[in-house]
């Protein structure tokens, strides 16, 4: 079993920036990938950023390239999700999650409760 919990969001205004963090917990050894995904109300669940621990290989989507940056501390098993230049599609419930495979896909294994992201123009 692995525990994710993660902690960060909050309210910022359109330009801001947050660090989201995940905790990671449990069997770590089993995990293939650690990701930040994110869900706004009314829409489907989006993968936001992914690493593959073994290569330490990094994949964002499209639309935070360039504003977002993912980070892993090997050490403190704690991922982290540096977000900058905050929009207001940006707002949403962010989940970590952690798998063992499929990392390129949305069916995790192990899921945080989430942390809301509020960014208002």
């Known amino acids: 079993q692995v525990q994710l919990a993660e902690s960060g969001g909050g309210s910022v205004q359109a330009g801001g920036s947050l660090r989201l963090s995940c905790s990671v917990s449990?069997?770590?050894?089993?995990?293939?990938?650690l990701a930040w995904f994110r869900q706004a109300p009314g829409k489907e669940r989006e993968r936001v950023a992914m690493?593959?621990?073994?290569?330490?290989?990094?994949d964002y989507m499209h639309s935070v390239q360039g504003r977002f940056r993912l980070s892993h501390d090997n050490a403190e098993n704690t991922l982290y999700l540096q977000m900058n230049s905050l929009k207001s599609e940006d707002t949403a419930m962010y989940y970590c999650?952690?798998?063992?495979?499929?990392?390129?896909?949305?069916?995790?294994?192990?899921w945080g409760q989430g942390t809301l992201v509020t960014v208002s123009s």
């Open positions: 999650a952690a798998g063992p495979f499929n990392c390129y896909s949305d069916l995790y294994k192990y």
């Open positions: 690493i593959l621990l073994g290569t330490g290989w990094i």
């Open positions: 449990g069997d770590t050894d089993s995990n293939a990938c």
